[in-house]
Every structure is written in C-alpha cells, then in structure tokens.
C-alpha cells in the first residue's frame, strides 16, 4: 500500500519557469513533510520542510503548500534553473523521529 | 556534505551470497535508519536503531539485519542474497531529540549488484 503518492513521475520545465510537484497522503497521522532533492549518484538531500500547523513554507525560490483537509502538499520551484536538474521527492512521518515514507519521485529536468 | 558517509560506494555479489554494509552518522547524532532504492523508485525503510537498540522495521525479511555500536555507527547485513536485493542502500542520521531531531540526513549510499 503507497501511503504517500507523488506526481507527475517527469517534468520539463523552461529556464526561468515554475516547477510544481505534487504528493497525496493516506495516514493522518502524519505531521512532517519534507521534501528531498537528489542528485544521480548521491544520496537525498533534505531541501525544505513543513509541519501542519502553517498553510505554507517559503525557502529562497522554494515553496511548500500544504493542504491538510485535502491531505495534500506540493513543491513550487520558482524561477527554475538547469541547476535544478535532479530527481525530488516528497516524504511524510510521524514527528519524533520517525522513519520516513517517501513517494516515487519526480524527475526534473529544467531545459535552456 | 551531510557528514554521514556510507562503505563501500558499490559492491557486486552473487545470488546466495551475504553481504555487509557500513554507515558512520553525523556526529552528535544517535539514530540511525537504513533505506532501500530500487532503480527509478523513492526509499523504502528497512529498519532504524536508537543507542544501539533497533527501534522500527519496515516490512523486510528477516534476512535483513542490522546493529549499531557505541559510537552510534552502525551496519546492515543481508543473507541469503537475491536479485531483487540489487539496489541503492542508504543510510540516515538523525539527532533523535529536540526540534531537529526528526530531521535525517542521507549519506550517497551503498549500490549493490547482484548477479
């Protein structure tokens, strides 16, 4: 059963455009959602969070909404660059160190 | 760099074989958590250790076994290899206490072929 579920699984984005990256949740008692950038040949880095109490979390060009009656949040990469370039995924646990679900990942590819 | 480093980067097995994978966590860091990636797939938690104690497991055979040592390093361990175990294993620190404590960091991981 995939508890976290991520979409679209590729994107080609402009320079200069908006990457967004959607994900859906099942357990409700989740209330960490983080999301992980990585690289080909390197592990998962954590790039920006968001807990349930806040609607949205803003980082730099970064952006998380999250919709709790929906069980939704998403990823807003402003202004994409080719640096960008890398597969995200989305994850969710319970806070208190917890292990992480994560969903399938999106592979991004941001084209000049 | 995230300080948690993984050996070896890449290793090639045979069918039946065992296997042993090393993780060294950040320092300050007591927890830590062991993932699979199959090719094209997000990680899939296999179990994770808190002071040397294994503190959750995700839904992996027993032929995956893991310990962790006083210093809070830790290993996996995989008997009985199959070729469905061909992947990326990665390891994760965390601090395990207070407002970061949930926060875990990956090393580049181990990438295991099994032929």
């Known amino acids: 059963q995939q508890q976290v579920k991520q979409s679209p699984q590729s994107l080609i984005v402009q320079k200069g455009g908006i990457s967004i990256i959607n994900c859906a949740y099942e357990?409700?008692?989740?209330?960490?959602f983080p999301w992980y950038q990585q690289f080909p040949g390197k592990g998962p880095a954590l790039l920006i969070a968001i807990r349930p109490d806040v609607s949205e979390k803003k980082e730099g060009r970064f952006t998380i909404s999250f919709n709790k009656s929906a069980k939704q949040f998403s990823l807003h990469i402003m202004d994409s660059q080719p640096g960008d370039s890398a597969t995200y995924f989305c994850a969710a646990s319970i806070w208190g160190n917890t292990p992480l679900v994560f969903g399938k990942g999106t592979r991004l590819s941001v084209i000049a | 760099e995230t300080g948690v480093t993984q050996s070896p980067t890449h290793l090639i097995k045979t069918r039946g074989q065992q296997v042993t994978l090393r993780c060294s966590s950040q320092s300050g860091h007591n927890t830590v958590s062991w993932y699979q990636q199959a090719l094209g797939q997000g990680p899939q938690f296999i179990f994770q250790y808190y002071r040397e104690e294994e503190n959750g497991r995700g839904n992996f055979p027993p032929r995956f076994s893991g310990l962790q040592f006083p210093n809070y390093s830790s290993e996996l361990n995989v008997n009985a290899l199959e070729l469905d175990d061909s992947a990326l294993y990665l390891c994760?620190?965390?601090?395990?206490?207070?407002?970061?404590?949930?926060?875990?960091?990956f090393g580049a991981g181990t990438r295991l072929s099994v032929l």
């Open positions: 994760a620190s965390s601090s395990g206490t207070g407002e970061g404590g949930n926060i875990q960091y």
């Open positions: 357990n409700t008692a989740f209330d960490y």
